[in-house]
């Protein structure tokens, strides 16, 4: 089965400076698809970036960039330029690249970033 | 579009009660499904839908129950409330069971007493 760790419960950034959140997994699958979301304290689940297996270019999404070292089985997220309103919990996650009998997420437990100002 | 919408934000229940978390998405996405949220743990999938008249369960399906009737609506239902599962439930919807994008509505915190 897979599974996802998150190692860091909390973070902390100041405004304007660059963080990186860490995220680990274990697979026995060759493609799959990996995940960060945002959970605002408005619980609102947001989808920030997503990084295909079979392609090695990492993805990046504006101020939003991910380090895939897929054969550590490592999905780093960076955030560059940090804004008071990157504060909230990300998770990352995992699926099956067919999706599995489920197409279900496989979530870590996040981490919680705080952005000082 | 209105994207993933869910009724009620809050709810309180007491042991033993029923009651239906509402989830409805304007997308015509296929794919639906219901997860829970507990501190210090990731989402876990409850049950899930690939289309109208389709359902199967989760990872921890016991004591709730789904339909799905129609495209638009996937609602959980609590047949006999415990305490265990106070949580915040979240709904999302894909285009199709293969669609690598999920999309979350906001979520419902359920305290069940």
């Known amino acids: 089965a897979q599974t996802v760790t998150q190692s860091q419960p909390e973070m902390s950034v100041q405004e304007a400076e660059t963080v990186t959140l860490s995220c680990t997994y274990d697979?026995?699958?060759?493609?799959?698809?990996l995940f960060w979301y945002k959970q605002p304290p408005s619980r609102q689940m947001i989808l920030v970036i997503r990084?295909?297996?079979?392609?090695?270019q990492n993805a990046t999404e504006n101020r939003f960039s991910v380090n895939f070292q897929k054969a550590a089985k490592s999905f780093s997220l960076k955030i560059s330029d940090s804004q008071l309103g990157d504060a909230a919990m990300y998770f990352c996650?995992?699926?099956?690249f067919g999706g599995g009998a489920t197409n279900k997420l496989i979530f870590g437990t996040g981490t919680l970033l705080a952005v000082q100002p | 579009n209105a994207g993933v919408t869910q009724t009620p934000k809050f709810q309180v229940l007491k042991t033993g009660q029923s009651m239906t978390l509402q989830c409805a998405q304007d997308?015509?996405?296929?794919?639906m499904s219901w997860y829970r949220q507990d501190p210090g743990m990731g989402l876990r999938l409850i049950h899930y839908?690939?289309?109208?008249?389709?359902?199967d369960q989760g990872e921890v399906p016991n004591g709730y129950n789904v339909s799905r009737s129609t495209t638009e609506d996937f609602p959980l239902r609590l047949l006999s409330a415990a305490p265990s599962q106070t949580s915040v439930y979240f709904c999302?919807?894909?285009?199709?069971?293969?669609?690598?994008?999920?999309?979350f509505g906001p979520g419902t915190r359920l305290t069940v007493l």
């Open positions: 999302a919807s894909s285009y199709s069971w293969g669609s690598d994008t999920q999309y």
């Open positions: 697979t026995s699958e060759s493609d799959y698809y």
């Open positions: 990084q295909e297996a079979y392609k090695q």
């Open positions: 996650a995992y699926r099956s």
């Open positions: 997308m015509n996405h296929e794919y």
């Open positions: 839908s690939v289309g109208a008249g389709i359902t």
